[in-house]
């Protein structure tokens, strides 16, 4: 008799459970990032060629390079950069005037074209730190991050060398 008791309220159970839908789960997109090669992939984003120049004897300040491709279906913007190693960084674009190369800040950043490259290397765009907290050493790497408008933050070690990239195309 007891076990039939416990049969029918097992059977009982399993058939209030038959009809209610399993609950439902939300997934959660979290954006990752991979570094394979010298290439990282952040979002829609793949960032290659990265590098910072060696400071030149005393100079506080120095450069750094990255190649970004929007790999996306929808425009981002580079909107900065930061290193611990520097006090400040800016984004900086190079211009000819009368013979004479000038370089300027870029507030806004820098717009990546869906399907399009945004190229920073020596000669050209590129992100400038000024006032080194410490000096970044030949051979070395840097944490640098990059913040972009939509896919947000992502942070390389850009390795550190007198000859960090191409120069930029004219």
Same mark, same amino acid.
Do not use: W
């Given at each position: ?5 416990i049969?029918?309220?097992?059977t009982l ?5 038959e009809g209610q839908?399993?609950?439902?789960t939300r997934?959660?997109t979290?954006?990752k990032?991979t570094?394979i090669?010298?290439?990282k992939t952040?979002a829609a984003l793949?960032?290659?060629a990265?590098?910072m120049r060696?400071p ?6 120095t450069?750094a390079? #990255?190649?970004?491709?929007n790999?996306?279906k929808?425009? !981002?913007r580079? =909107? *900065?950069?930061?290193?611990?190693c520097? $006090?400040?960084t800016e984004?900086?674009?190079m211009?000819m005037a ?10 806004e ?6 399907g ?8 050209g765009n590129?992100?400038?730190l000024f006032?080194l ?9 840097q944490?640098?991050t990059l #913040?972009?408008?939509?896919?947000g933050e992502?942070t390389i !070690?850009m390795? =550190? *060398?007198?000859?960090?990239a191409?120069? $930029?195309?004219h």
């Amino acid at each position: 008799m007891k076990r039939f008791v416990i049969l029918t309220m097992a059977t009982l159970a399993l058939t209030a459970c038959e009809g209610q839908k399993p609950s439902e789960t939300r997934a959660t997109t979290v954006t990752k990032s991979t570094d394979i090669d010298g290439v990282k992939t952040h979002a829609a984003l793949k960032l290659s060629a990265y590098g910072m120049r060696t400071p030149l004897g005393q100079n506080p300040n120095t450069g750094a390079y #990255v190649t970004v491709e929007n790999t996306g279906k929808t425009d !981002d913007r580079l =909107v *900065s950069a930061s290193c611990t190693c520097a $006090a400040r960084t800016e984004l900086h674009t190079m211009s000819m005037a009368d013979g004479q190369m000038s370089m300027s800040a870029v507030p806004e950043g820098f717009e990546i074209k869906a399907g399009e490259k945004l190229v920073l290397a020596p000669g050209g765009n590129h992100i400038m730190l000024f006032d080194l907290t410490t000096r970044p050493a030949d051979g070395a790497t840097q944490k640098v991050t990059l #913040v972009f408008e939509k896919a947000g933050e992502v942070t390389i !070690d850009m390795p =550190v *060398s007198m000859t960090p990239a191409a120069p $930029a195309a004219h």
